[in-house]
């Protein structure tokens, strides 16, 4: 019997994802992971899994994938949207079982645009350096999932998922994202107009970090920046003045000026963002 | 090694930017942060002038800081001569060595002379898996980044940038000067350690047409 999924679709990427690598950046390996970590916690905790445990990331829908010859507890986190199970909806945010042969597809999101579909005992793709995350900038992990994959699920724990759904986000609506001044804010002539604007996210945005578009920032000075640390949420401005807001694959060092860093808490709802979606900025008081 | 100055910069809810006077003192800080060993301390990214330091899961940025405000740099160890020296074979051809010559004032013989006659030593990672950033013993190969950064540079090309020197793991961006090349394999991941360059190793390069 094998506990497995067989892809047949992908839509635009699909991606297995973990809560990334711990402890590499010294090596130039960056954390990656889910670019919404905690549609991925609550994915596992609903399905009883690790928090840790794999699953795929998909983004704006268009997964198709049959559960081979083992049925398969299953839930879909993050953006909200169709669940077909043999063209059933059975909804994202519900703990559901698959059985042997069934297929499984997941429609354009209604709302967001990263979903996360997990099983029970894990997405068990290949471990690289402690983590089955697939970071797209290093190339490091699981290749992006191709029609025709056969993804093995892990073994399950005792435990059995004891809800049999979870809390939808309101991913509509304006969304301003806390954050706090960065260490290079005076490198741009008026770090406010960060915050006095909104923003538009363009179509060069990926997992690696969201451009900015609609106004660009001035940079202050002439000099270059000694290359630094980096960190998702950091908020970087190229000599081009539009502003990169880092996410889970970015790189670990950078030489632009980073002028102001999203609160933790608030770059899971920034991944969820959409090319052309409207985007601001609060400052808060650093912690 | 008493740093000339430590400054803690904000950088949100999660991490700490520690601000030092040289890369020396980066890499020392970076060390003495290492060894510590204190569960709040995640992740350690020493770079430039700086090391990040981020909370660990289940830390608060102030647990972070309250470490951060005890690290005393010890005398530099990585600059001990027993570190690993690995010897890495350069064809030098590169497209930025006449340039190079230029900014320098050196003939490109000297370049080559300069570049293999001096140990470097890997002060830290960054910018891709196995990427090193290499400090020298002596200035001369001191030249700034290309003005214009090139869309690809191939896996191995050896180049310059500030006080650097670095070999370019693979395929990639970039915009240091490029002085040659290099058949080493700079990242492996059925090797322990992956990187080849990883931080206090030393290194000589070998001009492989002499």
Same mark, same amino acid.
């Given at each position: ?6 892809? &047949? ?28 970590? #905690? ?11 690790? /928090? ?11 997964? /198709? ?24 909806? *059975? ?47 290093? #190339? ?8 025709? /994959? ?15 759904? *979870? ?18 804010? #005076? ?30 920032? &001035? ?30 694959? &970015?790189? *670990? ?12 808490? /608030? ?21 | 090694?008493?740093? !000339? ?77 027993? !570190? ?64 214009? !950064? ?21 395929? !990639? ?38």
């Amino acid at each position: 019997m094998t506990r497995a999924l067989r892809v &047949h679709a992908t839509g635009p990427l699909a991606l297995v994802q973990d809560l990334g690598r711990r402890g590499l950046s010294g090596v130039g390996v960056g954390r990656s992971g889910a670019a919404d970590r #905690g549609a991925l916690r609550q994915l596992n905790r609903a399905l009883a899994n690790p /928090d840790d445990a794999a699953a795929v990331e998909v983004t704006f829908g268009g997964l /198709d994938v049959e559960v081979l010859d083992e049925g398969l507890w299953c839930c879909v986190t993050g953006a909200p949207g169709a669940v077909r199970v043999d063209g059933r909806d *059975v909804g994202s945010h519900a703990v559901f079982f698959a059985e042997p042969g069934s297929r499984l597809v997941l429609d354009r999101p209604s709302a967001g645009l990263r979903s996360y579909l997990g099983v029970r005992g894990g997405v068990a793709a290949d471990e690289v350096l402690g983590s089955r995350a697939s970071d797209v900038l290093s #190339g490091l992990g699981p290749a992006p999932l191709a029609a025709g /994959d056969v993804l093995p699920v892990g073994t399950p724990g005792k435990r059995f998922p004891e809800v049999d759904s *979870v809390t939808a986000p309101d991913l509509t609506g304006e969304v301003v994202l806390r954050a706090v001044r960065g260490p290079r804010d #005076g490198w741009v002539e008026d770090v406010d107009a960060l915050v006095a604007s909104t923003w538009s996210v363009t179509e060069r945005s990926n997992r690696v970090g969201m451009r900015l578009g609609g106004q660009t920032l &001035h940079p202050a000075r002439d000099q270059q920046l000694p290359s630094e640390g980096a960190w998702r949420g950091a908020v970087q401005v190229p000599p081009s003045g539009e502003p990169v807001l880092f996410l889970a694959d &970015h790189p *670990v060092t950078g030489g632009y000026p980073v002028v102001a860093v999203v609160v933790d808490a /608030d770059v899971d709802r920034a991944a969820q963002l959409r090319p052309g979606d409207p985007v601001r900025f609060r400052w808060v008081e650093a912690p | 090694m008493t740093p !000339s100055r430590v400054e803690l910069l904000p950088y949100g809810d999660r991490a700490v930017l520690v601000e030092l006077g040289s890369t020396a003192e980066a890499v020392a800080y970076a060390a003495a942060l290492r060894a510590r060993d204190a569960g709040a301390v995640g992740e350690i990214v020493p770079a430039a002038r700086t090391v990040l330091a981020v909370a660990s899961d289940g830390f608060a940025v102030s647990d972070l800081r309250q470490v951060l405000a005890d690290v005393s740099p010890e005398p530099d160890a990585s600059g001990r001569d027993d !570190s690993p020296l690995v010897e890495v074979p350069v064809t030098y051809d590169g497209e930025d060595l006449a340039d190079v010559a230029d900014l320098t004032g050196l003939t490109v013989a000297e370049v080559v002379a300069a570049h293999t006659g001096q140990t470097w030593r890997v002060a830290f990672g960054g910018f891709a898996p196995g990427f090193g950033y290499l400090l020298g013993e002596d200035e001369r190969l001191h030249v700034p980044r290309r003005a214009e !950064s090139r869309t690809r540079v191939p896996a191995g090309a050896v180049g310059l940038a500030g006080e650097y020197s670095g070999i370019y793991p693979r395929a !990639s961006p970039g915009g240091w000067q490029l002085i040659g090349r290099t058949d080493a394999t700079l990242w492996d991941l059925d090797r322990d350690p992956a990187a080849l360059l990883s931080p206090g190793v030393r290194v000589r390069f070998v001009d492989v047409a002499s």
